[in-house]
Structures are given as C-alpha cells and as structure tokens.
C-alpha cells in the first residue's frame, strides 16, 4: 500500500475515533435564559461578589443586571470613540470590589489632535450615588484604530491585571517591544509594573487583535512566554 494512502487511512481511523469517542460522551445540560433585551452591542461582562452582573455596551455605557433585572440608567457613561471595532471594550471588577469598589475598562477615545487613542482606566463605584466614577488612568496614549483595537481586560490568578492590545491595524507594532500594541500587557491594579515582568509592561509578544482571552496559570505562577497565557481572536486560538 503506497505510503500516502496509508497515511490517508490512518487519518480517517483516527477521525473516526475521535467522533464515536465524542459521540458516546454524555451532553451537558444547558439552559438559555435571555435576562436583558435591547442591548446596543455588548462587549464584555464581568460579575460582582454581591450578585450583581456589569457588562460595557461599546457606544460607551456601563449597564448593571441586578436581581435578575436590568436597571434602566447606566452604571456609568464614558466618552467614547465608537466604531467598527473600537469603542467601550474590556470590563473587569476588582477582586477585592468588595472594599476597594474598584471596576477596570479599557476604551477608545479622541485626542485633543483627533488621533485614536487606547486606554486602561480604574472606576470606583460612589458609595452615595451607587453610580461610577473615574478614579484613575492606568495606561494612555496606547495607538487606536477603527479596528484591532484588543482590548480585552482580565485579573489572572496571580492577581495582576492583563489588558490585551490590538495592533491598530499596523502589524509592524505587535513584534516592537517598543510598542505597546499587539501585546498581552500586565500591570499591577494601581498600574505600576510588576517586577517580575518578562518586558516592562508586556507579558505577551505578537498579538494582532486579541479581542478574547483566558489565563492557564496556576495561582502564584509568574507569566513569561513559555506559560499558558494565550489570545483568541474570536474563536481562533493564536499560534505560542
């Protein structure tokens, strides 16, 4: 049997067992429930210790799910340049919100040159109003586009705080250590840099537009470029 066909047919043996393997595997019992309607496209979700669900609509606005029910006025209102793929993207609630109130977001905006921008901003809920303020920028002047703009923001098990930038369609940024574009980026929640970084900054090189993520570390595991910490676009892992 000439190799190629063998090859062929070991594939096929092999595809084959996988699918019975798949098939005899019990289902999951799924629910849908919808919770909210009318929503002007969300973006990310994040959820609070006291029950309550926050997720970004990408024109700018902070909406709250509490109790089952969608409040009608926004958690909070960001000034926000939003088209195509940029706007009010990543959302992620402090670990410790229960003391701090602290909510991070990372958006795209105008600068006074009407150059897109990107940046990672730390909000903090008032405790007489229940509503969000601005209480400091992390990271600014990070280049924006309509597009590729990442922005994914996510704590990992180490507890620090991981922004994912896109290249803003330039694919030259993402493999310049210069650039803080097409990088995984990891800071510390007041925005410093953490010591143990493999680049000042930067956890993860060569990253188009990471736009989802997840972290593989285990707890107290330092991030460096052989680790488990990878970008999605979409629903495509990216190659380590």
């Known amino acids: 049997m000439p190799a190629l ?10 595809a084959a067992a996988t699918l019975l393997q798949a098939a005899s595997m019990p289902r999951p019992n799924v629910q849908v429930e919808v919770i909210a309607r009318g929503l002007e496209t969300p973006w990310a979700i994040a959820f609070s210790p006291d029950g309550r669900i926050f997720f970004t609509e990408r024109p700018g606005r902070i ?8 409040e ?11 088209r195509g793929e940029a706007g009010l993207l990543g959302l992620a609630v402090d670990p410790d919100f229960q003391r701090n109130r602290f909510l991070y977001a990372a958006h795209t905006y105008r600068d006074g040159n009407g150059k897109l921008k990107n940046r990672l901003v730390r909000l903090r ?3 007489s109003t229940g509503k969000g303020i601005l209480d400091k920028v992390l990271l600014d002047n990070v280049v924006g586009a309509n597009n ?5 923001v996510k704590f990992g098990p180490d507890g620090k705080l991981y922004w994912t ?10 493999q310049n250590l210069s650039s803080l574009n097409g990088k995984i980026l990891r800071l510390n929640s007041d ?20 736009q989802s993520s997840g972290l593989g570390l ?15 676009r979409f629903s495509g892992l990216l190659p380590r």
């Open 125 to 127: 809920e008032d405790a």
């Open 165 to 174: 930038t896109g290249d803003a369609q330039t694919t030259r940024f993402a």
């Open 63 to 70: 909406r709250v799910i509490k109790n089952g029910a969608l």
């Open 191 to 210: 925005g410093t840099i953490p010591s143990d970084n493999p680049f000042p900054q930067v956890s993860r090189l060569f990253v188009r537009p990471p």
């Open 72 to 82: 009608k006025d926004p958690w909070m209102q960001i000034d926000v340049h939003e």
């Open 148 to 152: 590729h703009d990442g922005g994914r």
């Open 218 to 232: 285990a707890a107290g595991q330092r991030p460096a470029l052989r680790d488990r910490a990878w970008a999605e």
């Open 5 to 14: 066909l063998r090859t062929i047919l070991v594939l096929c043996i092999l």
